[in-house]
């Protein structure tokens, strides 16, 4: 006589069953016992959009060794903001004790923000200053260099040569924004965009829907519910979600993984919470308080919530990784994103990486990639695109680059960043 028991699979009948009463937002498309198995081919294949500091130089965003040469025009005139005038100061006199009589386009950004850090983890002295004594300076290099960045990229720096030429509208990352969008809505995890930059011009091309279609893949919190200078009707209506929401509600998305941090965030050095914002960027940050909007000073709502009011609540920093040798990645949210784009590297059919030249000195980023690559058992395509007019020996050079990291095999285009999305938009990287 058989056993009254449920077979096999009238458990796993109700066990989805049951998944589909406590979760009805999930699409049963997508209840685990039913999803699509990971190695069944797909039509198009997934695609992982690596951007570098060149992609960005297509916003008219200074690379890195233009920042110094740009935040020397930009923060002096800056006073009655922020008081970048006065971090501007701070910057040149250590500047000039680290090496007098040399110009801003002379000096190596990393180099500066390397030795500072050096100095603090030893405990030594440099420039006569102990680790103590380089709190001041290291904050005034990250307000200058972050609000020059924020103006490059609303178009309030006074730009000459290169960035003066890159000029152009609509802009390549509003066009692949819209892009994306479109695409998230057909096809979701196709496409996923790992960024080492810190501005906010894809961010918000991605965003303008409520809610957005941005995955941060960590758990974010939207600025607006706290801060947005609204009407309560409009608040009220406001329907960004936390990013980790999005896949469960079965809302269109493209991950976005921010290695370096963004502009656009702010996070709790007490609770860990990380505040998002897409319309601001809200993690610019001066030595003197300031009467802008937004505002320059954010306590923690959810501690000062605990507290019963802000003045034990924590202020918000900025979630910046800067270009130094020594990189703080330790943070909850960095791991999860760097765990993320890990992952999105290992499973993708093929890697694009655009304005991005793998140098020595990002270790960190070296060695992800080494590890996505090596548990694979099939190699993906790999693209690389670089600017225009590059020289034949220059892209033997960065070709060579990427094949002792990644194997051979490497496809080169210098197409630049406006030709790479041109080909996207069209179908033609299918």
């Not at 479109?182 to 096809?187: D, F, I, M, Q, T």
């Not at 810190?198 to 600025?223: E, H, M, Q, R």
């Not at 034990?312 to 900025?318: D, L, T």
């Not at 960065?398 to 496809?411: I, M, Q, R």
Request: positive net charge; glycine residues 8%; charged residues 25%.
């Amino acid at each position: 006589m058989k056993h009254p028991s449920l077979s096999k699979e009238k458990r796993s009948e109700r066990s989805i069953e049951s998944l589909g009463n406590f979760y009805p937002i999930i699409p049963k498309r997508e209840w685990p016992e039913l999803a699509p198995s990971r190695g069944q081919p797909q039509a198009k294949k997934k695609t992982v959009l690596f951007l570098g500091a060149g992609a960005s130089a297509c916003e008219v965003v200074p690379v890195q060794s233009r920042l110094l040469h740009y935040a020397e025009k930009y923060c002096p005139l800056d006073a009655p903001k922020v008081g970048l005038d006065q971090d501007w100061k701070i910057v040149v006199k250590l500047l000039e004790r680290f090496a007098p009589d040399v110009s801003m386009d002379q000096r190596q950004l990393e180099d500066c923000l390397t030795f500072m850090d050096k100095a603090d983890v030893s405990g030594e002295v440099i420039a006569g200053s102990g680790p103590l004594d380089l709190a001041g300076p290291r904050r005034a290099i990250l307000n200058c260099i972050s609000h020059t960045i924020d103006a490059a990229q609303w178009r309030r720096l006074d730009l000459e040569g290169p960035e003066l030429g890159s000029q152009r509208d609509p802009t390549p990352m509003r066009t692949l924004g819209a892009f994306l969008k479109k695409e998230a809505k057909r096809e979701r995890g196709r496409w996923a965009i790992v960024s080492t930059n810190w501005d906010t011009k894809l961010d918000f091309a991605l965003s303008g829907d409520s809610p957005s279609v941005i995955d941060y893949c960590t758990y974010t919190i939207p600025w607006e519910r706290h801060f947005a200078d609204r009407p309560d009707s409009l608040l009220t209506s406001f329907r960004e979600v936390p990013s980790t929401w999005k896949r469960a509600l079965g809302l269109p998305i493209v991950k976005l993984l921010k290695l370096h941090g963004s502009l656009n965030w702010l996070w709790c050095p007490t609770c860990s919470r990380l505040f998002v914002s897409l319309d601001y960027n809200i993690g610019l940050r001066g030595m003197l308080k300031s009467g802008l909007d937004p505002r320059r000073r954010f306590y923690c709502p959810e501690c000062g919530a605990i507290a019963g009011g802000k003045d034990r609540a924590p202020i918000m920093r900025e979630v910046l990784v800067t270009p130094t040798m020594l990189k703080w990645l330790d943070m909850v949210h960095l791991r999860m994103i760097w765990y993320n784009a890990l992952v999105e590297i290992s499973e993708a059919e093929r890697v694009i990486f655009v304005g991005y030249s793998a140098p020595l000195a990002d270790f960190e980023l070296r060695y992800m990639l080494a590890k996505a690559f090596s548990v694979r058992g099939s190699r993906p395509d790999v693209l690389v695109v670089s600017r225009k007019g590059k020289a034949s020996k220059e892209l033997n050079q960065l070709k060579g680059n990427f094949e002792g990291l990644l194997g051979a095999g490497v496809e080169m285009e210098d197409w630049g960043i406006d030709g790479l999305v041109e080909r996207i938009v069209a179908g033609e990287l299918a």
